[in-house]
């Protein structure tokens, strides 16, 4: 995933849609991408960039912080974290979000990623 | 390759005419107004200003106002 | 589903209530609520600036859910600007964070004992002493607000110096100038001390059937974002008017003393307002176009100056109806009156009036604390705003709203402001365009383009294509009267439609034929809600809040005889290229008829019984 926060116009299509899409309700609360505001009409996109070094998936004491295979991401396996919440303050772009008794992190919809199809200014990219 | 024509429609007499992609100025058949077109891309030419406002506000003055 | 807190300034009490599945089936929500409990509320005694007039904010029943544009709330009181129906909407991200913080609409009535802000967050709602904020302009509150609370996302809406001190079309801000502009509503805050509403929410809006909405979401953004005049919304926003009326002939020029403008204009282009002013575009919540527009003055006495816009109305109202071709004093006014929270709608027109008066020599610059008023200079535009907010000069008549002015200057000085009920025409000349000109005699907050202006009118569309559209054949040309009671009415059902939706008019069929029509309105109500509604259920809905909004307006004695264009529109147009073009008495009194029949009202505009019987309204208050 590429983000360009210039870009961003804060619409927040990217956060709707995942939300819908992986947590079947409307609340862009746990959105597994974050759009925070930094002044008026400028954002700071926050989302996971499958790094090749992923600090988060190093700390994990239970191996459900994963990489993805198949996906070239990463995913969290709910059977297998403890919510211990070690991960969220390694990744060094605060792309690991605290959820409703989960931890949340862009799986990139376990195929394309369905915020790229709704970002118009195309601030989030996905090759 | 040839270019595909655009219609486009005259914001004075609103007949619709023919232009090329990227034509930068055009002028209706129908009434003779020059226009300047303006392109969001290809497909989509847009009017944006008559090819000199003063000669166009002046000509299309039809009745002086009274007092 | 969801809830409507009732909320009392005096004592600082909140009663909560659930709307029924029955009030939303007969008025869906935001401005078709709004109406449904503005009209039950407040009569023809109350003063719009007394405590027992009644501010109804509502969200749309959409507003902040996943899909195309649900960024709209509304605003609704008793007017203190024209003393009949007050009600404008915003965009923005308030309307999301209110719903969810857990409340749809809220009734803020009576008046705080000191300057206060609502808190709305987690389902509660707490008051706030807001007499820091007593020197703040509308961004500093906002920004002090998140600072004291330490959220940044929380959202505000609030007024500035010019609501707060009282000025009667003052009106309320959010955002950088997202505005709930029209008929003073702002003025109605001042006058309850309530100084700001902020929103935040963490809750999960109830979707019905959220792997459908996921669907209709998608297929809808596929479907506007290819539509043909997508991308010039995205690059121009509204400034797409400012070219129509400017190379179509139909600009108001010096106080609408003229429909074209002879100073050369270049200047005033958009292209050169996107060249030497544009930085960024932005947005609202959920929509992809993207119109608004950011800008930084470069250089210049104003340099350094940045803020969002100019909206059309900004554009032709200080640009063409005030002789000035400066973008920089343009862009100066526009953000003065986003920071003082000002009516941009009532500000141009009421300085366009005062350019007149002062050209025919009816006040002086004795009434004026010594500023004069020719037209275009940049003193006189960015001088009165001044005199507004001060109360000083003009600006202390001003500030009482145009028509006291008029009474307190008197020498026929009302005849030179042109209106429709009390508030001032927008700043283009619509009398060429018959289904337009209709739509502002009649729509029911005054003049107003957001109500009842049929927008495809400049467009030239074939029969053919208004056929599919509305369902009947409108004529292509603008000109004709015949069948255009049919395209102010079907404009009357899309607005009221996406406006109780909390749906951007922007993105809908109301601006260009592929955008969202009620066909795709019925799909995202069923997502949202279970409840699959028919076209001729949603016109009859549109219909419903149209007839309430009537209803207001006859209880205060409104009747035919208000259902005029302005004066001047007997006479023919002098410029551009169909000049020569006017109403005609005689046809467009057989089209008022037309539209009367049409809506079931009696040949006096008023409701018939039957018509109101059909819906459901016959037990509503009345005369």
Same mark, same amino acid.
């Given at each position: 995933m590429k983000i360009a926060s210039?870009? $961003?116009?804060? $619409?927040?299509? $990217?956060?709707?849609?995942?939300?819908?899409?992986?947590?079947?309700?409307?609340?862009?609360?746990?959105?597994?991408?974050?759009?925070?505001?930094?002044?008026?009409?400028?954002?700071?996109?926050?989302?996971?960039?499958?790094?090749?070094?992923?600090?988060?998936?190093?700390? $994990?004491?239970?191996?459900?912080?994963?990489?993805?295979?198949?996906?070239?991401?990463?995913?969290?396996?709910?059977?297998?974290?403890n919510l211990c919440g070690l991960c969220i303050p390694e990744c060094p772009y605060s792309s690991v979000f605290e959820g409703d008794g989960s931890v949340l992190v862009c799986d990139l919809c376990d195929d394309r990623p369905k915020c790229v199809e709704v970002c118009q200014k195309q601030a989030i990219q996905f090759a | 390759m040839e270019k595909k024509e655009i219609q486009i429609r005259c914001k004075a007499c609103s007949s619709r005419f023919s232009v090329l992609p990227f034509d930068r100025f055009a002028q209706c058949p129908q009434c003779y107004q020059e226009w300047k077109i303006k392109w969001l891309d290809s497909e989509s030419g847009m009017i944006i200003a008559p090819v000199s406002w003063k000669e166009y506000q002046l000509k299309s003055r039809r009745i002086v106002p009274n007092g | 589903m969801g809830r409507?807190?009732?909320?009392? *300034?005096?004592?600082?009490?909140?009663?909560?209530?659930?709307?029924?599945?029955?009030?939303?089936r007969l008025f869906l929500g935001g401005r078709g609520i709004n109406t449904h409990l503005l009209y039950q509320m407040v009569g023809e005694e109350t003063d719009p600036l007394g405590p027992e007039n009644v501010l109804v904010v509502g969200a749309g029943l959409l507003t902040g859910v996943a899909g195309i544009a649900n960024s709209r709330i509304s605003f609704s009181a008793k007017s203190p600007e024209t003393g009949l129906l007050g009600d404008s909407a915003m965009g923005g991200f308030f309307g999301g964070q209110l719903r969810y913080a857990g409340f749809d609409h809220l009734v803020i009535q009576g008046r705080?004992?000191?300057?206060?802000?609502?808190?709305?967050?987690?389902?509660?709602?707490?008051?706030?002493?807001?007499?820091?904020?007593?020197?703040?302009?509308t961004l500093q509150i906002q920004e002090r607000i998140r600072e004291d609370l330490k959220d940044p996302k929380i959202q505000v809406a609030c007024i500035g110096p010019a609501g707060r001190n009282g000025v009667r079309f003052a009106c309320i801000i959010h955002g950088l100038s997202h505005a709930a502009g029209r008929t003073g509503m702002g003025g109605v805050m001042g006058s309850k001390n309530l100084w700001?509403? #902020? #929103?935040?929410?963490?809750?999960?809006?109830?979707?019905?059937d959220p792997e459908k909405l996921l669907h209709v979401f998608q297929r809808h953004y596929q479907q506007v974002t290819r539509t043909k005049g997508f991308l010039a919304s995205s690059i121009y926003g509204t400034m797409i008017r400012l070219n129509n009326t400017r190379t179509q002939g139909y600009?108001?020029?010096?106080?609408?003393?003229?429909?074209?403008?002879?100073?050369?204009?270049?200047? *005033?282009?958009?292209?050169?307002?996107?060249?030497?002013?544009?930085?960024?575009?932005?947005?609202?919540?959920?929509?992809?176009?993207?119109?608004?527009?950011?800008?930084?003055?470069?250089?210049g006495i104003y340099q350094g100056m940045e803020c969002e816009g100019p909206e059309y109305y900004g554009c032709g109202g200080w640009g063409s109806q005030c002789g000035c071709s400066s973008w920089e004093t343009i862009l100066e006014a526009w953000n003065l009156c986003a920071k003082y929270g000002l009516d941009v709608g009532s500000m141009t027109a009421y300085t366009a009036w005062v350019m007149e008066l002062y050209e025919k020599g009816i006040i002086t610059e004795k009434d004026t604390d010594g500023l004069s008023l020719e037209w275009g200079s940049a003193e006189a535009i960015i001088g009165l705003i001044q005199q507004v907010i001060e109360k000083r000069g003009i600006g202390k008549l001003l500030a009482q709203g145009w028509i006291e002015a008029a009474k307190a200057i008197g020498r026929n000085s009302e005849r030179y402001m042109d209106h429709v009920k009390g508030l001032s025409i927008e700043c283009d000349d619509v009398r060429g365009h018959r289904a337009q000109a209709l739509g502002l005699a009649t729509a029911t907050r005054g003049a107003c383009h957001l109500r009842s202006r049929y927008t495809l009118e400049e467009f030239f569309l074939p029969e053919e294509a208004t056929k599919k559209l509305t369902g009947k054949p409108i004529p292509q040309d603008a000109a004709v009267y015949d069948g255009k009671e049919w395209a102010c009415y079907w404009t009357?059902?899309?607005?009221?439609?996406?406006?109780?939706?909390?749906?951007?008019?922007?993105?809908?069929?109301? *601006?260009?034929?592929?955008?969202?029509?009620?066909e795709e309105f019925i799909e995202s109500i069923e997502a949202v809600t279970g409840v699959k509604l028919s076209l001729e259920e949603m016109i009859e809905i549109g219909e419903r809040i149209y007839t309430t909004e009537r209803l207001f307006l006859t209880r205060e004695g409104i009747t035919r005889k208000d259902d005029i264009v302005p004066e001047k529109f007997y006479k023919p147009w002098t410029h551009g290229p169909k000049a020569g073009t006017r109403i005609e008495a005689e046809s467009f009194e057989k089209l008022l008829d037309r539209y009367y029949e049409l809506h079931g009202w009696d040949r006096n505009g008023i409701p018939k019984p039957e018509s109101l019987k059909k819906l459901g309204l016959e037990k509503e208050p009345r005369l």
């Open positions: 210039e870009k $961003c116009t804060g $619409c927040r299509l $990217c956060e709707s849609v995942c939300s819908l899409f992986h947590d079947k309700k409307m609340d862009l609360t746990f959105s597994r991408i974050q759009i925070d505001p930094s002044s008026e009409n400028h954002y700071r996109v926050r989302v996971c960039l499958q790094c090749e070094d992923c600090p988060p998936s190093e700390v $994990c004491p239970t191996g459900a912080f994963q990489w993805n295979k198949a996906t070239g991401g990463v995913k969290i396996l709910e059977e297998e974290c | - | 409507i807190a009732y909320v009392d *300034l005096a004592s600082e009490t909140v009663r909560i209530e659930e709307i029924s599945n029955e009030l939303r705080a004992k000191k300057p206060i802000y609502l808190w709305i967050h987690d389902g509660r709602i707490e008051f706030k002493d807001a007499t820091h904020l007593s020197q703040l302009d700001a509403i #902020a #929103a935040r929410g963490k809750t999960a809006l109830p979707i019905h600009e108001g020029g010096l106080n609408h003393q003229f429909n074209m403008m002879e100073y050369g204009g270049e200047e *005033l282009d958009a292209e050169v307002f996107i060249d030497k002013f544009e930085t960024k575009k932005a947005t609202c919540f959920g929509c992809p176009t993207a119109c608004k527009h950011m800008f930084r003055v470069p250089r009357e059902c899309i607005c009221s439609i996406a406006d109780a939706l909390g749906v951007c008019k922007f993105m809908t069929k109301w *601006l260009s034929v592929g955008l969202l029509g009620f």
